[in-house]
């Protein structure tokens, strides 16, 4: 049971640059999270998916984009980025409608020069 | 306008003795609260969780504590040890927009000192 998996692990972009983060679950669950962790910020959430079909802006959407066309899958795309977009990039599932834990993956080190 | 703080950014402790992490909140309509346990160049891991409704909760060597009144929740670990060394994040979550959002701190780094 592999749990939350993100690929890749790492990656460098130059400023303008496009990439998509890929993020795959295996516990069947309906909600999916991306957020971003940076140096005294905590983790913040870029957007949301409440099921298959569906996603939703987070408190830091601009510059991102997200599908969730398979239940299983969760996609963050960069269509052209910027050095402010260096981070480090969770994305998390969980179970059901009610109050549950967010289960990470093990993130994605993005570096934009 | 951040709604969830942790405002000691570190923390030492020796081995065997009691680590308490400590968190604020200032959104009343949060009702459930989680602490996550991060290694470098690892996810956050799940530790323990309390609803609103208790004011205690305990899983091991760890229990959290709610004080709702003062929107305070702590994290007691007892008795530390070595492999507790990583950066700690208090969450809170609340209904909104039709599902629940959590709202994270910006983590208290743990040092246990053999």
């Known amino acids: 049971n592999a749990g939350v998996t993100q690929t890749p692990k790492f990656r460098v972009l130059k400023t303008g640059q496009s990439m998509t983060l890929l993020c795959a679950q295996d516990m069947n669950h309906e909600y999916m999270y991306w957020y971003r962790q940076d140096p005294g910020m905590g983790l913040r959430l870029i957007h949301y998916?409440?099921?298959?079909?569906?996603?939703a802006k987070g408190e830091v959407p601009d510059g991102y984009n997200v599908s969730r066309l398979k239940k299983q899958n969760f996609l963050l795309g960069l269509e052209s980025a910027a050095p402010s977009q260096t981070s480090v990039y969770f994305c998390?599932?969980?179970?059901?409608?009610?109050?549950?834990?967010?289960?990470f993956g093990n993130g994605t080190r993005l570096t934009v020069t | 306008d951040q709604q969830v703080k942790q405002n000691s950014p570190s923390l030492s402790v020796q081995e065997g003795r009691i680590s308490i992490l400590n968190c604020d909140y200032t959104n009343s309509m949060f009702d459930y609260f989680l602490w996550y346990k991060k290694y470098p160049a690892e996810g956050p891991t799940f530790l323990i969780s309390?609803?609103?409704?208790?004011d205690k909760n305990e899983d091991g060597r760890f229990t959290v504590f709610l004080n709702k009144s003062a929107k305070h929740l702590s994290l007691h670990i007892v008795p530390s040890q070595p492999g507790d060394s990583a950066v700690y994040f208090c969450a809170a979550s609340s209904f909104f927009s039709g599902t629940y959002k959590y709202i994270f701190g910006t983590g208290t780094r743990l040092k246990v000192l053999a």
């Open positions: 998390a599932s969980r179970r059901d409608r009610g109050n549950s834990p967010l289960h």
């Open positions: 309390i609803s609103s409704i208790k």
């Open positions: 998916s409440v099921g298959e079909g569906t996603t």
